[in-house]
């Protein structure tokens, strides 16, 4: 590639030429799909995920694979080391079970750096970077997708007290290791906000305190200095979606106490952006921040950047982002009326139902789902009870909502459903003439000719089409 050409020449130009070359980046996000790993696009993942593609990298003379030990239930977890220079940087992800997005990153990572055309990239920091992965810290909590390990501690609040065997795996790594830098790998909810825009932060970067004063020594400094080269990079590849996590001091978690140990840590938190349940835009964002960073470090770019670049970056805005926001509905309430804005939550993963979350001047806030609905007027749920055998085809159903029917009550059994849209059956506590908090997000909407829409567990339906107006999730 260009840069890796530019590299080869380095010799030829001035430190400040060299520092330019490697600090353009390397990978491309078309060149990114070319070794993106396949078969992680996916909500979660588990060592068996991982595993196959680990044994095959343990073949390649790049990589040196360790067994560092194993988790609470035996299952193996494994450091790979690369290069051989003297400044070294550890990288660890998914020491929260349900925090899988950095693990498919570094599985993308381990592609790039063995590609045959790489070569002239890696010859430029073989001999000044060792790079150390630790991938999936908590293979347990993985399997149950959890966030805690199989002794339901949480491993990331375990840097002081060392009850995890997987805690006590990672810093006996991090002493035996001594790195210069740190990339702590963590997934964070998908309602932050870019601090006061209406954006989700696909990508939150921090470099941790090591004190409740925040104090900045060298080793953060440094943290900072290298963020300041991803937020570059962030606002070339996703301008808008960068935020800053909270910097609070948190004592017992890893991140803070590796930069009390002089570790410059950076943590990177992967977070949702419209139209990508599984992160993969985060996924792919995480691989090219860590080919990045393998550059600045490899060649010290990262000292050219002041501390204005990591201070300008907005902080987390946490709630900013809703699920889908109804705009502009239409309410009544003894004579008086008004028009609102619905926020709802999809908790599609826990429950599978979805709920009211906030109603009235939401103008606020950004959302994965935004849909106007001006001109339509609530109108309450009503059930229809099944009796009998119903076998619902779809203008069955279409013509069931608009004569003002939402949902069905009775023997569920009796109810057989062809028509390819959501139903709900016997929803608990669904009722009232206007939208409530915290009830669940199924009512009618409609105008001076009917029914218009039909908002389904979240769904929201146009009824004379019968086309789904927003798809669940993300």
Not at 217 to 225: F, I, L, T, Y
Not at 354 to 375: F, K, N
């Amino acid at each position: 590639m260009q840069h890796a050409l530019r590299w080869l020449l380095a010799g030829l130009f001035s430190l400040t030429t060299a520092v330019q070359a490697m600090t353009a980046g390397s990978l491309s996000a078309d060149y990114y799909q070319q070794i993106k790993q396949t078969g992680l696009d996916k909500p979660q993942l588990t060592h068996s995920d991982i595993a196959p593609l680990l044994q095959l990298h343990q073949h390649n003379p790049l990589f040196r694979f360790k067994q560092l030990g194993q988790s609470a239930l035996g299952t193996p977890i494994w450091q790979i080391d690369i290069g051989t220079g003297p400044v070294k940087v550890l990288a660890w992800s998914q020491m929260h079970g349900d925090e899988a997005t950095a693990t498919a990153a570094l599985m993308d990572l381990l592609n790039f750096i063995s590609a045959d055309q790489q070569q002239p990239w890696r010859d430029n920091w073989l001999n000044k970077v060792t790079l150390r992965l630790i991938p999936m810290v908590n293979p347990d909590g993985a399997a149950a997708n959890t966030r805690f390990n199989s002794m339901g501690i949480d491993i990331n609040r375990d840097a002081k007290a060392l009850q995890s065997p997987e805690g006590r795996l990672l810093m006996q790594a991090a002493k035996d290791f001594k790195p210069d830098f740190g990339l702590n790998l963590h997934d964070q909810n998908r309602f932050y906000a870019a601090g006061d825009s209406n954006k989700q932060t696909t990508i939150s970067l921090l470099a941790p305190a090591f004190n409740d004063a925040k104090d900045i020594d060298a080793a953060r400094k440094k943290a900072m200095q290298l963020i300041g080269d991803m937020a570059d990079l962030m606002a070339e590849q996703l301008p808008g979606y960068l935020g800053k996590y909270d910097d609070t001091f948190s004592w017992r978690s890893f991140g803070d106490t590796f930069a009390g140990m002089g570790t410059s840590t950076v943590l990177i938190e992967s977070g949702g952006h419209p139209n990508d349940d599984n992160r993969q835009v985060a996924r792919r964002l995480n691989t090219q921040l860590l080919v990045m960073s393998i550059e600045s470090i490899g060649s010290g770019a990262y000292q050219q950047q002041s501390l204005s670049a990591y201070q300008a970056i907005p902080f987390n805005r946490d709630g900013g982002i809703k699920d889908v926001l109804l705009s502009n509905l239409n309410i009544s309430v003894n004579g008086h009326s008004a028009k609102v804005d619905l926020a709802l939550d999809l908790d599609l993963e826990a429950d599978k139902i979805a709920r009211i979350r906030d109603i009235g001047d939401l103008s606020i806030y950004g959302a994965y789902h935004q849909l106007d609905v001006a001109g339509l007027s609530y109108q309450a749920p009503k059930a229809y009870s099944l009796t009998k055998a119903l076998t619902l085809d779809k203008a069955a159903y279409l013509a069931l909502l608009r004569e003002g029917y939402s949902h069905f009550s009775g023997d569920a059994a009796l109810l057989t459903n062809n028509s390819g849209l959501p139903v709900v059956i016997n929803p608990k506590g669904l009722n009232g003439k206007t939208p409530q908090r915290y009830r669940l997000a199924t009512f009618l909407l409609r105008n001076e000719q009917g029914v218009q829409r039909a908002l389904l567990n979240g769904q929201l339906l146009d009824v004379s089409s019968g086309k789904l107006l927003n798809p669940l999730g993300t």
